[in-house]
Each structure stands twice: as structure tokens, then as C-alpha cells.
């Protein structure tokens, strides 16, 4: 098994900025990809930005220009730095971890997910 936490949302003002975090542990041989998605109310979960281990990224055209994700592959962790934020933006924010994971004597690639951390835009 393998846990996920992600950890930095809060409240800003349209313009600020907000830095999310995450990490994964447990039982991991090596994770293909990270990132992040996020559910607003009345929507479905979105694609916001990943981060693969060779570092091939994939954002949301909504976001891209303003988000950077950034990861540590020794560490498992990830970094999505938000700049210029809007009220669009506004909603709960996931980590979503693509991984291999250690069972026994072989290796499984799963998909786990984070709690979410909420992240509100409003002036």
C-alpha cells in the first residue's frame, strides 16, 4: 500500500500566489507520474498539471503559463507552484500518484490518491 499527502492550500486574493505539496510513501519500487487535479462544485475532476519521471510535464491549458510542477524522484515528492491565481481556480486540489508498488517478491502499478487540500480565491 501506498499513502498519499498533499499539504499548502489556504485562502488568497485573486493575484497571489499558493505553493501545494506532496507525498507519496509505503511500499514503492518507483513512481512513472506524478500531479495534480482538481474538483470544483458542480464539476468533475480535472487534469491540472503532471510530471513524469523523465520530466515530461502535461498541463491544463487553463493553467499553463501560471502553474509549474516540479518533482524529486529520490524523495517521491512534488511541488506545484500556483502564480497569478483566480477565482476559476478555486476548489479542492488532489495528488494523484501513478506508482509501482512492491508486493511480496514482484511489482504492481497502481494509482492512488490523496485526501485533497482546498485551495479559495476570492477577494
Known amino acids: 500500500q501506498v499513502e498519499v499527502v498533499e499539504s499548502g492550500g489556504g485562502s488568497v486574493q485573486p493575484g497571489e500566489s499558493l505553493r501545494l505539496s506532496c507525498g507519496a510513501s509505503g511500499k514503492i519500487y518507483t513512481i512513472e507520474t506524478m500531479g495534480w487535479f482538481r474538483q470544483t462544485a458542480g464539476t468533475e475532476r480535472e487534469l491540472v498539471a503532471t510530471?513524469?519521471?523523465?520530466?515530461?510535464?502535461n498541463y491544463s491549458a487553463s493553467v499553463r503559463g501560471r502553474f509549474t510542477i516540479s518533482r524529486d524522484i529520490e524523495k517521491n515528492t512534488a511541488t506545484l507552484h500556483m502564480n497569478s491565481l483566480k477565482s476559476e481556480d478555486t476548489g479542492v486540489y488532489y495528488c494523484?500518484?501513478?506508482?509501482?508498488?512492491?508486493?511480496?517478491?514482484?511489482?504492481?502499478?497502481?494509482?492512488?490518491w490523496g485526501q485533497g487540500t482546498q485551495v479559495t480565491v476570492s477577494s
Open positions: 510530471m513524469n519521471r523523465n520530466a515530461g510535464t
Open positions: 494523484n500518484v501513478d506508482v509501482w508498488v512492491i508486493e511480496h517478491r514482484d511489482v504492481k502499478r497502481l494509482m492512488y
